[in-house]
């Protein structure tokens, strides 16, 4: 009698074994890559960030053709706010988000973890009409602004706004995606725009003028952008995560490098920015600091200041944790591997160089 | 609605004795004055137990109680009031120009063959192209501000305004109109006494159509473009990933709009007269 | 009713009667009454002129060369046909399914008087919230991708279709019915053979209705849910990409596809109802 349950145990107990190994073993048949902005050009794509180096390089479709993975990137038109909600859904695997929306997502119970950086130092541009008697910040109170609301253009629209003595309140804030708002600033439909890169193509146009780029205010006022994954993919594929971090790293590397200047700029074209624009977004010798994929003392205190300012902004209802947020063996291990321990200079937590 | 139910009832009173007739009768009329609840009840309590048991993220379907805190909380901080006050103005302005555009319209194309024939045919054109084609071109033509709200709600609403007004004019029965010109009213006499009180029940319709793409085309002009009103909190709360402020949102746009649409199908009923029939 | 109108205006002469003396028919040939051309034919020019004057310098007023340059590249790049394939598909699911649910919700609460008890007011409620107020919440439910759109249009058409299948069974004249009752159809007959007839000039409303609600919800979806390609698409992306020359084009497709599709209801409608020598009641919409 024992014997035969003690048998039914173990045949259980094996069964369960060869299922959970199946399970584990089990490789997912796409992989898919949410991108918080709008695909532009045929087919589709964007530019900007190591992010794009490695759609346009196809790194991932390459890495897992011989698994018979396929890999999907698929474009959000509604920005950041959009992508949380296919991670709500559980319609993307991997995001290329910004810092807030992530931090709204992360507030509103989504779980996810941070892999790298891909977009690091980024400015936020605030454009105007070529004719408006707006010359600063100061002068934008009571005029209407388009921003695009959850993205990461917001946090730092209100950091630049406070530290000219105004409030989101004092302005009327139309939310508008960014092509919408590039249109509503060329018909002279607003008053302003805060925007980003694409805002150079209206300037050469002569459709606009940059009045405000907040870089220049300090990396304290520069939004960063990052992979991330869910969590339920990272436990059910840790070697697949692995991959994916490694090929994102040798995408960074590729970008981070000079002398791929032009060749860089030419390929994120393809996205209908002009590589002037390109070049005018990434000064000289500042691709290897903006495309640092490093998760280091600066974008640590970046986030924690993120989901503060949220929190202040009254935009998340309670506080966001960002100790445990943060997975970076996949991005120690991958550094090792390829051996660019040394390639990118980390930065402490006020933004300036370590060692 | 009663037909069925008396006979019935008529039927069973000859069979069950006194006393528990009044019981079933009582649990029988109880259950029909439930009845039109147990619809939402059921629904609202698979919401909730949806919620409960995790069958659905909260991100994409909060609980029903955090919905109704959001509720309260834009009642208390006066957001709720201040945005509804501003699309109830947008609609109303619109709402307003549109329909007394479209009585004027549909007036003069009712009353002058010549118009009629000059005007018509661009008229019916300009119907075919829906409200919502018009966006982007009035969006390139006059950018974001309130004159688009406007001008696209007034649009909106004019187009069933005229039409209605048209053949309500159109349809006074020609009976009338020839005993009027035996009794030799002149046109302003005859348009006064006969026309305008035959045609008011078509206008009433065209009154409630009107408002009804008017409210349409506010949801969707707020949706796209704006800084203020129930649309843009709907926004607001979607890029936010707040998704109980959206539905909170959506709750008062639809209760809103429900309101006016009931006071306005009352008075477009007591406008037109019914005909008995076999249903109802 | 229209037809007396017609008949007895002043306009006409009397009908003549037809003696079918040569075998020619009654009806009078008139000239086609052109005077309808006349304001869109002012219009067209004064644009022609202020553009030749001011325009077609790659800002908002372009010239009518431009919008046929246009027109042209997308007829024959194919984009048009892209576009409107996609748009048309997605209408015609969301028709579809919707005028199918509509129905037998329609013809349920207007048969059932505890179905009409127990959903009607409920389905009074949702009828008169505004149909866009949905998109953001369908959007998160239903995700990215067609399902969402198509969801979102199968609800346009479904409204309308169950609003007048119910009305148009409750108008059916109670002597029909009695009548049927005197000569002892069975409910299944009653249904099929009184009501459902007697309620299909209202069913109909409800179908055109639908169709032109279907549209419309098409173009919104295009608007505010996730990008694809549509006709709707092409509209917004012309107003983004500030080129009012698409925009025109745009909007003529638009309304040359919601006057076929309008067209195309009133001719069906007529077709049924022609067969059975009943009166359409329409409503404007």
């Known amino acids: 009698m024992s014997f035969l349950r003690l048998l039914r145990s173990v045949a259980i107990a094996c069964a369960c074994g060869l299922v959970a190994t199946a399970a584990l073993a089990d490789k997912p048949a796409t992989i898919r890559i949410g991108v918080a902005q709008q695909g532009n050009g045929d087919p589709p794509t964007f530019g900007g960030s190591s992010a794009a180096t490695v759609q346009q390089q196809q790194l991932l479709e390459k890495e897992f053709a011989a698994d018979g993975i396929k890999v999907e990137w698929l474009f959000f038109k509604g920005a950041g706010p959009a992508v949380n909600e296919a991670l709500a859904d559980k319609s993307i695997d991997f995001a290329f988000q910004g810092d807030l929306p992530s931090v709204l997502g992360r507030a509103n119970g989504l779980k996810t973890r941070i892999l790298l950086e891909s977009g690091v130092r980024v400015g936020v541009k605030i454009g105007v009409p070529p004719d408006s008697d707006v010359h600063s910040i100061k002068d934008l109170k009571g005029k209407r602004v388009g921003l695009f609301r959850g993205t990461n253009l917001q946090t730092v629209a209100d950091n630049a706004l406070a530290k000219n003595g105004l409030d989101e309140r004092e302005l009327r804030v139309i939310n508008l995606d960014t092509a919408s708002a590039l249109a509503a600033l060329a018909s002279k439909g607003i008053d302003a725009s805060v925007n980003d890169y694409h805002l150079y193509k209206l300037r050469d146009q002569g459709l606009a003028r940059i009045i405000y780029e907040s870089q220049n205010d300090g990396p304290q006022f520069t939004r960063q952008a990052h992979l991330l994954v869910t969590e339920e993919f990272e436990h059910a594929h840790p070697d697949i995560v692995q991959r994916v971090v490694t090929s994102f790293v040798k995408g960074a590397q590729w970008s981070s490098d000079e002398a791929n200047r032009q060749a860089l700029f030419k390929s994120w074209a393809r996205s209908g920015v002009s590589e002037s624009s390109w070049n005018a977004e990434f000064p000289p010798g500042s691709l290897k600091s903006r495309n640092s994929p490093l998760v280091d003392p600066f974008i640590v205190a970046r986030y924690k200041a993120v989901a503060q300012d949220a929190l202040k902004l009254k935009l998340i209802r309670q506080p966001v944790q960002v100790d445990g947020w943060f997975e970076t063996r996949y991005l120690d291990n991958a550094l090792r591997t390829l051996k660019l321990e040394h390639e990118w200079t980390p930065y402490d937590a006020a933004g300036k160089p370590l060692g | ?280 | 009713m229209a037809r007396f109108t017609q008949t007895f205006s002043s306009r006409n002469a009397p009908p003549r009667c037809d003696c079918g003396v040569n075998g020619k028919s009654a009806k009078k040939r008139r000239l086609p009454d052109l005077r309808g051309f006349v304001l869109p034919a002012l219009a067209f020019a004064i644009w022609w002129a202020v553009s030749a004057v001011h325009g077609g310098k790659g800002g908002l007023l372009v010239t009518p060369e431009q919008v046929w340059h246009t027109t042209w590249q997308q007829i024959t790049s194919g984009a048009l046909a892209k576009a409107l394939g996609a748009s048309l598909a997605r209408e015609a699911s969301g028709f579809a399914i919707g005028t199918v649910l509509g129905l037998a919700l329609g013809i349920s609460l207007g048969l059932s008087r505890l179905a009409s008890r127990m959903i009607g007011p409920s389905f009074d409620t949702f009828k008169q919230i505004s149909l866009f107020a949905w998109i953001p919440l369908i959007s998160v439910w239903f995700g990215l991708g067609d399902a969402a759109k198509v969801v979102f249009l199968s609800l346009a058409a479904l409204l309308p279709v169950a609003a007048h299948t119910c009305d148009g069974i409750h108008a059916v004249p109670r002597s029909y019915v009695e009548a049927a009752r005197v000569f002892r159809y069975t409910r299944w007959q009653l249904v099929w053979h009184v009501i459902l007839p007697a309620a299909l000039p209202s069913i109909f409303t409800g179908l055109y209705l639908a169709l032109i609600y279907s549209w419309l919800a098409t173009l919104g979806a295009e608007y505010l849910l996730v990008a694809g390609s549509g006709i709707g698409n092409t509209l917004i992306d012309g107003s983004e990409n500030f080129r009012m020359d698409l925009v025109l084009f745009g909007i003529v497709v638009v309304g040359v596809i919601g006057s076929l599709l309008s067209g195309l209801a009133r001719a069906a409608e007529r077709a049924v109802l022609e067969r059975r020598g009943g009166a359409s009641l329409k409503e404007n919409v």
């Not at chain 2, 991100?59 to 501003?86: E, M």
């Not at chain 2, 007034?154 to 029965?173: E, I, K, W």
């Not at chain 2, 065209?206 to 008017?214: D, E, H, Q, S």
């Open chain 2, 1 to 280: 609605m009663s037909d069925t139910v008396t006979l019935h009832l008529q039927t069973a009173s000859s069979q069950i004795p006194t006393h528990r007739r009044t019981v079933t009768q009582r649990w029988r009329s109880l259950g029909w004055a439930l009845a039109p609840w147990a619809l939402p009840a059921a629904l609202i309590a698979l919401w909730w137990l949806g919620c409960e048991r995790g069958w659905i993220a909260p991100q994409i379907l909060p609980p029903p109680a955090r919905v109704y805190a959001t509720f309260v909380d834009l009642a208390q901080s006066g957001d709720l009031l201040h945005n509804t006050l501003i699309s109830l103005q947008r609609v109303l302005c619109g709402f307003v120009a549109g329909t007394l555009g479209g009585l004027l319209l549909g007036a003069a194309l009712g009353l002058s063959r010549t118009f009629e024939a000059y005007v018509l045919p661009s008229f019916n054109a300009i119907v075919q192209i829906p409200v919502l084609g018009w966006l982007p071109f009035l969006l390139l033509l006059v950018g974001v501000g309130e004159p688009l709200k406007y001008i696209l709600i007034a649009h909106a609403a004019l187009v069933p305004a005229t039409l209605s007004t048209l053949q309500g004019f159109r349809n006074v029965p020609v009976t009338l109109i020839e005993a009027s010109r035996v009794f030799g009213y002149t046109r302003w006499q005859r348009i006064v006494h006969v026309v305008l009180p035959c045609a008011v029940p078509t206008l009433a319709t065209g009154v409630r159509l009107a408002f009804t793409k008017a409210w349409l085309a506010l949801v969707v002009v707020e949706l796209v473009a704006s800084s203020e009103g129930l649309g843009y909190l709907i926004v607001y709360g979607r890029q936010l990933f707040q998704l109980d402020l959206v539905m909170a949102a959506v709750v008062i746009v639809g209760a809103i709009g429900f309101a006016i649409n009931r006071a306005l199908d009352a008075l477009e009923r007591r406008l037109r007269r019914g005909l008995p029939s076999a249903f109802r």
